[in-house]
């Protein structure tokens, strides 16, 4: 329904998916185990202002979740203030605004590939200002693919990040407009050293990255534990 509002809710074993324009959900807690779906969709025409909210699966393997929101829909939907757990590909959509959220405690089961924040397709993301951590070695922390489309016009800015394979992926060859600024480095996870590299993530901080494309920017970022220079 449009322009409905969800509320003051704690949902136990219980999943829903938005199919309505301008729908709000604000101030809900989800448990749940559902190790291939989603708790919060959003679908079709659907979009959604979402704040406030906490999902987490029930634990970080069988009991996990494997999306906390997933974002399906064709409007402009905004996340602001969520904090997910035991969850595998925490936040997946594209064109959504991400802001002041804590991705935290991860979720895995066998041959499930782990994102905090992800896009695969065309992307038009904002991710700013969010922590995300994620402990396992696949595969980021946030990470902007090039599954399904281009990664274009995606602004990723002043987060907190840590852990992944690789901390990010940004794109790959052709993605275009993609601005990663002021963002922290953080080696809690992975100190330096790990598996011969400069910590961070298992394998680093970053791949995919075309610095060359139209409109791709890497400026601003450094290591949390000394301020230098992220690369």
């Not at 185990?33 to 393997?61: E, F, M, P």
Request: proline share 2%; charged share 15%; net charge negative.
């Amino acid at each position: 329904m449009d322009n409905a509002v969800i509320q003051n809710l704690d949902l136990v074993d219980c999943s829903f998916t938005i199919t309505g324009k301008n729908v709000t959900v604000k101030n809900v807690r989800m448990r749940i185990t559902a190790t291939d779906r989603w708790a919060l969709g959003i679908q079709g025409a659907g979009y959604a202002k979402i704040s406030n909210v906490d999902i987490a699966g029930k634990d970080a393997g069988s009991g996990s979740v494997q999306y906390a929101i997933f974002e399906m829909g064709s409007g402009p939907t905004t996340i602001d203030k969520v904090n997910l757990s035991n969850c595998m590909d925490c936040i997946v959509g594209e064109g959504t605004v991400i802001t002041n959220s804590y991705i935290h405690d991860m979720a895995h089961i066998s041959g499930a590939h782990d994102d905090g924040l992800m896009c695969n397709s065309e992307c038009g993301i904002t991710y700013r200002h969010n922590t995300v951590y994620n402990k396992w070695t696949s595969t980021a922390a946030i990470a902007l693919f090039a599954d399904f489309g281009t990664p274009r016009n995606s602004v990723v800015d002043d987060n907190l990040i840590a852990g992944g394979g690789y901390m990010v992926y940004l794109g790959g060859n052709n993605a275009t407009g993609i601005k990663f600024t002021n963002n922290r480095f953080s080696r809690h996870l992975y100190p330096a050293g790990t598996n011969g590299g400069p910590g961070g993530g298992y394998w680093g901080t970053s791949t995919e990255w075309s610095p060359a494309n139209s409109g791709n920017a890497w400026t601003g970022n450094v290591w949390d534990d000394t301020g230098a220079v992220a690369k």
